[in-house]
């Protein structure tokens, strides 16, 4: 029984993780139809940046914790906001009036420039940043435990709370009814004077925040990274934003912690080796039983 417990923490933790960057997802597709595949590097970048704050942080002294990861999420949120406006810009934009193909090659380019770009900045080895935040809470259950480290739950708490935040910027903001109404109908957004254009490139930097928001969390809790994070951290993202109904907010948020409770629950009872094939075999049986998404709509063809 702490065993199955243990692992809900676990998925829950690793959930919320996957539903934060697939935020970015659902987000790009439900505004412009289109799949943001340099979004997981994104993501890695985020790593990268949150290494990088936290040694300018110690650098000038900064021993706190508190400030130490408010300081790496202004930063690394910051910087990465910039990377999703330029992705927006140069990978998608010009090629808004194309054919999907061409801007699905567009993004994985994109993806591509990052990966390297990184490898060759930063060295193709593993890094990682100390451990900030050490400690747990352990509840006695019978003969075993179930534990909780106190970053797994300043990631709940975090990851959370930003979902919050984001929903109730979409549902009680200016910009927020611009983005609702720019998903319902770009044209029809633009003629009644919403900045069609300002509106795609807010709706990439709030995904890349997301995603940075995610990164900063698993770089403190895991400690270790690379260059090549970005490809498997968002295929999976991928998966949940599907899972969940892509082009709903709180689609991606259920698809990511379905996915995590099912990868930690598999991998904790059965095999961690076949724990990928599971979640995906999971993506597959949904699909089949409801294409659109657990919480997604059918799309409707305009006429």
Sequence with gaps: MDIVLQ????GLTLGSVYGLIAIGYTMVYGIIGMINFAHGDVYMVSAYLTAISIALLTFFGVQSFPFIIFGA???TIVITGAYGWVIERVAYRPLRNSSRLSVL????????????YVQLSQGPNQQGVPTLLSGAFRFHIGDGFVQITYMKLLILLIAFTGMAVLTYIIQ????????RATQQDRKMASILGIDTDKVISSVFVIGSAMAALAGVLVTLDYGAFDFYIGFIMGIKAFTAAVLGGIGSLPGAMLGGIILGLSESLFAGLVSSDYKDVFSFSLLVLILIIRPSGLLGKPAVEKV
């Excluded at 692992?7 to 676990?10: A, T």
């Excluded at 090659?105 to 390297?116: D, E, F, K, T």
């Excluded at 009680?172 to 983005?179: H, Q």
């Design 7 to 10: 692992q809900l923490v676990n």
């Design 73 to 75: 999420l202004i930063f």
């Design 105 to 116: 090659i567009s993004a994985i380019g994109m993806s591509l420039i990052l990966q390297n």
């Design 172 to 179: 009680k903001t200016k910009l927020g009814r611009m983005c």
